[in-house]
């Protein structure tokens, strides 16, 4: 299949959650996800990154309907996504799979590897019952496993052959989206740089287009056309993986890319003070602003909304757009 | 002489070798990284020079700090040693910190145990600590429970209580790897401005090459219980030697130039009762002749404070000159 069309949409997506504080607390609203639209092209990669709790997790469970969105819609293949739960959507989730962080526990311990990744096929009632110990074969090989390693239980492979059965898992329905959630974290680098391979290979095999989250800029870098940033429930800046991370534009990008470490680091690092705020406390105007190095005092009052620049490229800081002159922060002052 | 050096240092756990003969010292005011993926023994290297393994570890060989020996030494002697003249702080905070007790009482248990301050010097030194780690408002944190803090917070508290006992070395076991990136830049810049103020000799277990380049002077790469390759961080970046090392730099996703396909080290790591006869690394390497497997090969010079444990160096084409930005 030739990239290009829009397989997944998402606009305006909002969830929120109710949290309680202690056992009489109050009931507070966090807003997890709070407005974020995106599109993902047949055949292509959206990175979605950010720190933990900045709702990109929660981004994937949406796009899929694993969570049903307070305000906003999805569409898939240029359809509304099914009421999540229904007959249609059901079988619509054949069309998408999820892949996630840790293999082993996304692994049933007491089934041999063979057996789950034919389950799809079962559950779906996909092709003959005949042919499906050939498929499940094809699948095992399609990413890089032996055939005879589908007589093995999860706890008899390494992480990264793990890893492998649940992606042939996934891929057993012959998917148009894979969502993975931090499909690398838990395993080592030089098994990360496997994975990621075979990511690559099977885009370019089978043209699935992925929504890869994760909060290693590297790693998005290496798979994605298209990278998004989020912070606290927000895409704070949207493009092309090359242009962000060589000159990104928000504040909060250039923190991210420079808190990168590596080797022959030109200059001083960029140290952002304080931690990243709690949803549940949300601070007014522009999220950031509270740690921004250059928000201005229009950064407290109002939230900039995410809008091209003149190339193109997707932001949302009023600093960045020009409408008001950098600012010196307010870090260190009552505002944190 | 060294601070501490570390001679033929190994350990086994009901006979399946966990470290495999170690040679490393460390200088007085020295930062050196250990590099390595899960199971190389990087962490385990500490705990054994300072008897935190359980009894059912067999440790042989040597780990002398200044002249005193440690492996096998009495508890009274270990008990000085530990937080007092080597501190270690670990990955996840949070379970490191006891979450019943106040932050302030776990600092002055420190300060009672190794300088034996009490009362009110040692609640004020207690908050010099905070302050030096950069938790702001340090009096009222005092009284604040583990769990009202931050991840980077309870690291910055960790790092606190290490200080405590005036450490000559700490050792920092995966220190960021359990935080946010933004946040990782935080605590490894408290470490830099703590050495730079203190002098204090740092050695830094990471998986992460960016993590170690980004904060030590010298690097020790470790593969199954050894050390395969050591070297000063600039030259291990321009002229890594051992096979496994370059694998692990191919490993690594490149931040510009041209997106090439990663060049993945294939299989896995050995298990610790199935050890190849030879070099550890054989059964992965593309280097691989006959004679890797005729015995385990020793570390040998190949320049000034480099030296690596192959026997096919003298063939192989010492790559790239540039950096890996």
Not at chain 1, 12 to 21: D, E
Not at chain 2, 44 to 67: F, N, Q
Not at chain 2, 81 to 90: E, H, K, N, P, Y
Request: hydrophobic share 45%.
């Amino acid at each position: 299949m030739k990239p290009g069309g829009a397989l997944l949409e998402a606009e305006g997506l909002v969830r929120r959650y109710a949290m309680r504080r202690g056992i009489m607390g109050r009931a507070v609203e966090v807003r997890a996800v709070d407005g974020v639209s995106l599109k993902l092209e047949r055949g292509r990669t959206l990175g979605l990154v950010g720190e933990s709790g900045c709702g990109k997790s929660t981004t994937g469970r949406l796009v899929l309907g694993m969570e049903t969105p307070d305000a906003g819609r999805v569409s898939f293949e240029g359809a509304t996504m099914p009421q999540p739960g229904s007959a249609a959507w059901r079988k619509l989730r054949a069309r998408m799979q999820m892949v996630f962080q840790d293999p082993l526990g996304a692994l049933d311990r007491r089934l041999p590897i063979a057996t789950q990744v034919a389950e799809p096929l079962d559950i779906h009632n996909i092709g003959a019952v005949s042919e499906r110990a050939a498929r499940v074969e094809a699948l095992l090989r399609a990413v890089g496993l032996r055939p005879d390693q589908g007589a093995l239980y999860p706890h008899e492979l390494s992480g990264g052959q793990r890893q492998r059965a649940v992606l042939a898992r996934a891929l057993a329905t012959d998917p148009a989206l894979l969502v993975c959630d931090e499909p690398i974290s838990a395993l080592d680098v030089s098994i990360q740089a496997q994975v990621m391979n075979l990511l690559l290979d099977l885009q370019e095999q089978f043209g699935t287009s992925m929504l890869f989250v994760s909060h290693d800029l590297r790693a998005v870098r290496q798979v994605s056309h298209r990278v998004a940033v989020m912070y606290l429930g927000r895409i704070v800046e949207e493009g092309e993986p090359d242009a962000v991370l060589h000159d990104p534009a928000h504040p909060y990008t250039r923190a991210l890319v420079s808190a990168i470490p590596h080797p022959g680091r030109m200059g001083q690092r960029m140290v952002l003070q304080g931690d990243p705020p709690n949803p549940a406390d949300r601070p007014s105007g522009c999220a950031f602003h509270p740690r921004c190095p250059v928000a201005n005092s229009l950064c407290a009052r109002e939230a900039p909304v995410l809008k091209p620049r003149a190339d193109g490229r997707l932001i949302a800081c009023h600093v960045a757009h020009g409408e008001v002159a950098a600012g010196h922060g307010f870090t260190g002052q009552e505002a944190a | 002489m060294p601070l501490v050096s570390l001679t033929g240092l190994s350990v086994a756990f009901d006979g399946a070798p966990a470290l495999r003969g170690i040679d490393l010292s460390v200088a007085k005011g020295e930062a050196v990284g250990l590099v390595g993926e899960s199971g190389c023994g990087k962490s385990v290297t500490w705990l054994a020079a300072l008897g935190l393994l359980p009894p059912k570890a067999r440790i042989t060989g040597s780990v002398m700090l200044e002249g005193q020996e440690l492996i096998g030494a009495p508890a009274s002697i270990l008990e000085k040693v530990r937080g007092g003249r080597i501190a270690m702080i670990f990955q996840d905070p949070a379970s490191s910190l006891n979450p019943v007790h106040r932050i302030g009482k776990q600092i002055t248990e420190a300060l009672a145990l190794h300088r034996k301050m009490v009362g009110q010097a040692a609640r004020s030194e207690a908050k010099r600590l905070l302050d030096l780690v950069g938790i702001p408002d340090a009096t009222r944190r005092l009284d604040a429970y583990p769990h009202e803090l931050s991840g980077g917070q309870n690291q910055r508290v960790m790092i606190a209580i290490a200080l405590a006992g005036q450490p000559e070395l700490l050792v920092a076991d995966e220190p960021t790897t359990a935080l946010d990136v933004t946040i990782q830049a935080q605590i490894l810049e408290l470490l830099k401005d703590l050495r730079r103020h203190m002098g204090m000799t740092l050695v830094l277990i990471s998986h992460d090459l960016g993590v170690v380049a980004d904060s030590c002077e010298r690097v020790a790469v470790m593969y199954a219980g050894r050390i395969v390759e050591e070297a000063p961080i600039s030259r291990l970046f321009s002229a890594a030697a051992h096979p496994y090392t370059q694998g692990l730099l191919g490993a690594l996703p490149p931040m510009d130039g041209p997106r090439r396909r990663l060049a993945a080290i294939p299989g896995g790591v050995p298990e610790p009762w199935a050890m190849p006869p030879g070099c550890a690394f054989a059964p992965r390497c593309a280097h691989r002749v006959a004679a890797c497997d005729a015995g385990v090969p020793g570390l040998i010079p190949l320049a000034a404070s480099h030296r690596v444990a192959c026997l096919q160096v003298a063939q192989m084409p010492i790559p790239r000159e540039s950096v890996p930005a």
